[in-house]
């Protein structure tokens, strides 16, 4: 008599559908309402309601469970979601949700491993159609529905079922682009998206392989942009430091300075490979405090010059109209300059040392000019040897002579002594090549 009774449900749900399936195209065709469907599936769950309650033990509570999973997940599939009452859609999909749910918990202890397998593969087919369904829907209600299915499932008993791991998938994803649209007035919304991309490997049957390539990627992007928010923040942190201690403080604290640098370091590293201009501005940041606080000018100069190195990757962007990219600029212009004037001015100092240093050398350098280029070289050779290994004097034969000169000129150039970091023997050398240079244009 149960055989009888459960035949006789399992016929009357596959003729439930069957039915609905032919009234819907009917509908389709002759653009009927859709009274007929509605009145059979009150019907059909009218009929199962009374087989749950009349269910004497597990094994039948499962099977009426199933039963109404079933004709819950037809009846969403089998509507037009784009026009279906948003109530009512959320009520079928907590009674299919909670009989599958149900059904998998009476008969985890009665059922075969087959049936059971058969309930996971219906709950997936069933999630799996939702997700392509709601593709026709606005990303809002995307979002709300895929949360509220969420939410099903996780009062339920089922585990392991890549549908709902897809689900959390794609919440994440979807979270992910509305937080990239907003991210310039709601930057926190991307600390939404880590926490479903979790639970969709809570869910997945095999995590390590459950669509690594899109995770992977999407981390990344999640990663990215809390990286850029954090570093923005940092040095908004930094900045606000500052000008309030400069402004209610009478003297400097030191230990509020170095608070202040260490933020905008933090800002650095945060955004480093991940915002170039984050990084740029909190090197300009960090400059000005090195400059105007601490007056470590050099220091600051490294960190204006990366600065400007930064911004000037982003090219074509015009960036002359940020006061930040202009400042850096012009100190880094300034310093350089200065530095030029300051070298030269050491420069000729030097020179001048030297000169008087080296007065006997230079006027027997002068006589031996005088009497030839070939005197002139035995004696260069000979008392000021070149310190570049294996620097020879080549032949002084009138066919081979030009090419000497041209080579004691390449052994004694100023630009090849900077290795010996010797100043007095860079100036000698200097002196040696400018009468070399003479003797070589008048063998021409």
């Given at each position: 008599q149960l055989i009888?009774?459960?035949?006789?449900?399992?016929?009357?749900?596959t003729s439930f559908i069957r039915e609905s399936k032919e009234e819907a195209w009917q509908?389709?065709?002759?653009?009927?309402?859709?009274?007929?469907?509605?009145?059979r599936f009150t019907d059909a769950l009218k009929y199962y309601n009374q087989a749950l309650n009349t269910s004497v033990n597990d094994d039948e509570r499962a099977s009426a469970y199933k039963n109404l999973g079933v004709l819950f997940a037809y009846q969403i599939t089998?509507?037009?979601i784009q026009s279906v009452n948003r109530k009512e859609l959320d009520y079928n999909l907590?009674?299919?949700i909670t009989s599958y749910g149900s059904a998998f918990r009476f008969g985890r202890t009665t059922k075969s491993e087959e049936w059971l397998t058969s309930i996971n593969r219906q709950i997936n087919d069933f999630v799996y159609d939702c997700c392509a369904s709601f593709l026709m829907l606005p990303t809002e209600e995307r979002l709300r529905v895929f949360h509220f299915i969420a939410n099903c499932f996780e009062r339920t008993d089922l585990k392991k079922l890549d549908s709902v791991a897809t689900v959390y998938y794609s919440l994440g994803q979807l979270t992910f682009e509305k937080a990239v649209k907003y991210f310039k007035d709601e930057p926190r919304l991307i600390y939404d998206c880590q926490p479903y991309l979790d639970r969709a490997l809570y869910w997945a049957c095999e995590p390590d392989s459950f669509r690594s390539t899109d995770l992977e990627e999407l981390?990344?992007?999640?990663?990215?942009?809390?990286?850029?928010?954090?570093?923005?923040?940092a040095r908004r942190i930094g900045v606000r430091i500052l000008k309030e201690h400069l402004e209610n403080d009478e003297h400097l604290n030191m230990d509020v300075i170095w608070t202040i640098i260490d933020k905008f370091r933090e800002?650095?590293?945060?955004?480093?490979?991940?915002?170039i201009e984050g990084e740029a501005r909190a090197c300009h940041h960090t400059a000005v405090v090195y400059e105007k606080v601490l007056k470590m000018?050099?220091?600051?100069?490294?960190?204006?010059?990366?600065?400007?190195?930064?911004a000037q990757t982003l090219v074509p962007r015009n960036l002359t109209t940020h006061d930040w990219y202009v400042i850096s600029s012009s100190f880094v212009e300034e310093y350089?300059?200065?530095?030029?004037?300051?070298?030269e001015a050491v420069n000729e100092e030097l020179k001048k040392k030297f000169r008087i240093e080296l007065a006997l050398e230079l006027k027997e350098l002068d006589k031996k000019a005088e009497k030839g280029i070939c005197e002139f070289l035995e004696h260069i050779y000979n008392k000021y040897p070149p310190r570049k290994a294996g620097a020879t004097m080549g032949s002084t034969d009138s066919n081979e002579l030009s090419k000497t000169v041209k080579k004691a000129i390449l052994h004694y150039h100023p630009d090849s002594q900077s290795t010996f970091n010797d100043a007095k023997w860079t100036f000698l050398c200097t002196e040696i090549t400018k009468i070399l240079n003479i003797k070589y244009g008048l063998l021409d």
């Open positions: 009888s009774v459960r035949l006789s449900l399992q016929q009357f749900l509908n389709s065709q002759h653009r009927l309402g859709d009274t007929g469907s509605k009145g089998s509507s037009d907590k009674e299919c981390r990344s992007s999640i990663l990215l942009h809390q990286c850029v928010h954090e570093s923005a923040n800002a650095i590293l945060l955004a480093k490979e991940h915002d000018t050099d220091t600051a100069y490294n960190y204006h010059l990366r600065c400007i190195t930064l350089r300059a200065k530095k030029v004037y300051e070298e």
